[in-house]
């Protein structure tokens, strides 16, 4: 009698993970930078606000980022500045390797208030917006304000999924109805891997 061997058992799929993008707040002390000539960019209004579907505008000159060590600490990879975010050198050329596509960056001036060059920071703005949330299986409040316009109201108890198919290849993008940016483990690892300072993760499930 020939016995039958055994059927191996499926692999589970491995579920790909995404994370809310944030700040490490373990370096959130006391800022020692300002953008000298935010006026001349933003107006009286001062403050940098994207142009319809992201970007920036052609600012009338280079942003220029004085950094002095008196008053606070100097960047890190990965700062919060009014609707786009401060990034350095190399926190530039991990995303342009990672999803070229997905970012936009204007140079920045920069330098120390006592007179010496700084290295190079850039203002940051993640421009690719997937509709992407799985909200069949996800928990989360959908509000409708007006018969046209969606909007997630997210708290302590919501569980964000991801489609697939809406993600593809991307490794970063912003959710059209919240003001969020979410990224994939891919690029979570990279920034590990890296020691990038300043950016912060919370799982996409456990927002």
Known sequence: MVRSLPERRQSKTKVRRFYVVGLDFRFQTAPGWEMENLVALAGKREVLIPPPGRGFVAFPEPPRLVIDKSLGRAPTDWELFHDYHLVSDRMKSLLEALDLE???????ETWYRDGPPAQTYWLCDVVRVLDAVDEANSVLEIEYPRPD???????????????????????????????????????????????????????????
């Open 149 to 207: 316009r969606k909007v997630y109201n997210l708290n302590s108890r919501s569980c964000l999924l991801f489609k697939e198919d809406a993600v593809g290849a991307a490794h970063i993008f912003r959710l059209p109805f919240y003001p969020m940016i979410v990224c994939d483990q891919v690029f979570k690892d990279a920034c590990k891997e890296a020691g990038m300072r300043g950016i912060g993760f919370t799982d996409a499930t456990k927002y």
């Open 102 to 108: 997905g970012v936009r960056f204007v140079r920045c």
